[in-house]
């Protein structure tokens, strides 16, 4: 049986001719193999094995065994019918301790991947950096230090040398919002750090980071490959229209979205932003050239979506709470509010209009940049019953009314070029460890089986039903191997 065989016809969500359907993936929450072949530890490695950081206290050591199941994984995504794949390399694992030549060995498994990938016909999208910086450079400092930004562009070079010719695709960030405020602002991520400016710093080098690593690829890439950034771009939504609760808006706008956007596509960073932090930071670590190095241009911008984010102004009487937050300077201001709507296992609102409004928002502010969906998708508690299957309908419903969104949003003239479906598999959710699934096939953790949940037999029926519209021949096979 194939995976369409047993699904009636996905409702008819129809996309353009030629519209990546891809699923999404990062190295450290699917390979495993966190000793093998001379890789050494990442933040994520470090913070995973101190006690009370990750539910469970589970790890990245095996994960989804994807390092040792690639062939498998990859016949599976043939198997749904997929165009795209997008992964991310493992910087310790081809560049262990973040400096000097790359290790073969390393290198070798994301050759053997793309090979694989280009003779399924499946085009890879290749990210440099999901999250798992080598322990070493945290070491060093970490993000707040300028000198990461430089080791990460000799990075990129390792990746681009090896890679360049076949990869069509690259990402140098994923979500660096995530890297610089969870990771060293509220601390839930790695590597647990509670530091505001330390937070502001962080954004700013892997600004930093993401410009100079853009200047490497476009040295190294052939012309035909294009280079994106992908961000977690937060649709704010204010409690009410009071001015107070629009100048909420306005703040987690700027921390969440307008650090990223501005100096990438405008080369400067908001004067708001700068005034809100004052307390926080002068930044003076903002220096002479940065700006034009972080807005070189790029062919593409992903954008990841989960949930929306309401916000209104803090009040009097309102009490901080307590916590570290990942919003420097914002938190006496700034109250969150749930949203409402149902919820996954994240416990995240269901609400597919904030990616609508966020797609309605780039084509104002960025008509010229194609964008592409690089994740959306949802956890809920799978589990296989007695006859092996995995029933999902939420997943489905959720991901049918976030594409009805993109669907539509193309037909009002925003430029989406793909989507990319958080996740293939079911994998090491960060702090929430093997505790949360959101994954279209189903993995158990004890045996390895990967087994097709519902939700992938009608992704891939969707895709199945939009390829046939387009020539069998032509667009995928520029990019097989030896193109
Ligand atoms: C995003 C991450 C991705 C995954 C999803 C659920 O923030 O990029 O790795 O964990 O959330």
């Known amino acids: 049986m194939t995976a369409v065989d047993d699904q009636p016809a996905a409702r008819t969500l129809r996309f353009p001719p030629g519209f990546r359907w891809g699923t999404a993936t990062a190295a450290y929450q699917i390979e495993g193999g966190a000793q093998e072949d001379g890789r050494t530890p990442s933040i994520w490695d470090t913070f995973s094995r101190t006690p009370g950081r990750v539910l469970n206290g589970d790890t990245g050591d095996i994960a989804a065994d994807h390092l040792h199941r690639m062939p ?44 694989r990938l280009l003779d399924a016909g499946i085009r890879p999208a290749l990210t440099l950096y999901h999250w798992d910086l080598p322990q070493e450079l945290e070491d060093a400092g970490g993000w707040p230090e300028r000198e990461t930004a430089q080791r990460f562009a000799d990075y990129v070079a390792v990746v681009a040398e090896a890679l360049g010719d076949r990869i069509p695709l690259w990402t140098t960030l994923n979500e660096p919002w995530c890297s610089a405020f969870l990771g060293y602002g509220s601390g839930v991520h790695a590597p647990g750090r509670t530091d505001p400016e330390a937070a502001l710093r962080a954004a700013h080098h892997l600004n930093l980071g993401h410009g100079l690593a853009v200047g490497v690829l476009r040295e190294l890439l052939p012309e035909s490959a294009a280079v994106s950034l992908v961000l977690n771009l937060a649709a704010v939504r204010g409690a009410s229209d009071a001015a107070a609760d629009r100048d909420a808006v306005r703040r987690i706008d700027a921390l969440a979205n307008r650090i990223f956007l501005d100096p990438v596509f405008h080369g400067s960073y908001p004067r708001d932003l700068l005034d809100d932090t004052e307390e926080v ?162 993995v158990d953790f004890a045996s390895q089986r990967r087994t097709l949940k519902d939700s992938a037999r009608w992704y891939a029926a969707l895709i199945a039903a939009n390829r046939g519209q387009v020539p069998a021949d032509g667009r995928r096979s520029r990019y097989r191997r030896g193109r």
Do not use: C, K
């Open 281 to 442: 930071t002068d930044w003076s670590f903002v220096r002479d050239g940065d700006l034009a190095e972080i807005s070189r241009p790029i062919d593409m911008l992903g954008l990841n979506y989960y949930t929306p984010t309401v916000v209104a102004a803090a009040g009097p009487g309102h009490v901080p709470s307590g916590t570290p937050s990942p919003w420097p300077a914002a938190d006496e201001a700034v109250r969150f509010l749930p949203a409402p709507g149902p919820r996954t296992a994240m416990d995240w609102p269901v609400d597919a209009d904030g990616l609508a409004e966020l797609l309605a928002r780039l084509r104002r502010e960025l008509p010229r940049t194609p964008l592409l969906i690089t994740e959306n998708g949802a956890a809920y508690h799978d589990y296989a019953d007695p006859s092996g299957a995995v029933r999902d309908p939420e997943r489905i419903a959720y991901l049918e009314s976030h594409l009805a969104a993109v669907e539509q949003a193309i037909a009002s003239g925003v430029d989406v070029r793909g989507y990319f479906l958080w996740s293939l598999l079911d994998n090491f959710e960060w702090a929430y460890g093997y505790g949360r699934r959101f994954g279209i096939v189903h």
């Open 72 to 115: 498998e994984d990859v016949a599976l995504m043939a198997e749904l019918g997929l165009t795209d794949y997008r992964f991310s390399v493992s910087w310790p694992r081809v560049q262990p301790t973040g400096r000097g030549p790359a290790v073969q060995r390393g290198l070798d498994f994301y050759r053997r991947l793309t090979d």
